[in-house]
């Protein structure tokens, strides 16, 4: 059965105090692989797109990596404004996207 | 920057109405979708929509629910009776290749 798994659920870290986020995924055939961040009452806001293992994508400070297994979302030197919810999601072959429960970051100032 | 849009952005309903969400997708976009997101739970698929048909469904769009794009811009998600376990947020996305974008959601309550 196609299930992304995301850790840790939920991440407390102060201004400046880099770390990263784990998704775990199993699934049939990976059309691609995507994290989304998403702030309370709203859409997820696209992120990244990744596609195949090896494969890393930056923007500010965040940086997204891919293996065959897994993804890490990297958060250099966050800042309060990086709080929110970090979705991970993948497209199987069957076009159906599978997102995980997402991990809930906290930067306190 | 082009965004997907949706109306209402909050609905209530009594239970055993009808409720039609709208969505304007991104305007190039060719792929068309709708989630839901229960309170405190993870977003899920429900249905995507390609060339005026349905090409993938979940288990949970059943015949209560249907999708339609009655114009080049609008695409709708009715659900026919609804139910209390309804409630959630509906989020449409549209995409042009495999990246989705999504909107802000409606936010539907059944009483």
């Known amino acids: 059965e196609d299930q992304v798994t995301q850790s840790p659920e939920a991440l407390r870290l102060q201004e400046g105090e880099s770390s990263s986020l784990n998704c775990s995924y199993t699934v049939s055939g990976l059309r691609g692989l995507f994290w989304y961040r998403q702030d309370p009452g709203k859409g997820p806001e696209f992120l990244f797109t990744l596609y195949s293992a090896g494969e890393e994508k930056e923007k500010e400070r965040l940086k997204a990596t891919l293996t065959k297994k897994e993804s890490f979302l990297h958060i250099t030197a966050p800042k309060p404004e990086d709080s929110a919810t970090y979705l991970c999601a993948v497209l199987p072959l069957d076009d159906k996207i599978i997102f995980g429960k997402g991990t809930r970051l906290h930067i306190l100032p | 920057e082009p965004e997907v849009t949706q109306t209402p952005s909050h609905q209530v309903t009594q239970m055993g109405q009808e409720v039609i969400l709208r969505c304007v997708p991104i305007?190039?976009?060719?792929?068309f979708y709708w989630y839901r997101q229960i309170l405190g739970q993870k977003v899920e698929f429900l249905v995507s929509f390609y060339n005026n048909e349905i090409s993938e469904k979940s288990e949970i769009f059943d015949d209560q629910f249907s999708v339609e794009r009655p114009d080049g811009s609008n695409f709708t998600l009715k659900i026919r009776s609804t139910k209390l376990e309804d409630s959630a947020m509906y989020f449409c996305?549209?995409?042009?290749?495999?990246?989705?974008?999504f909107g802000p959601g409606t936010r539907l309550l059944v009483l």
């Open positions: 305007s190039n976009h060719l792929y």
């Open positions: 996305a549209s995409s042009f290749q495999e990246t989705q974008y």
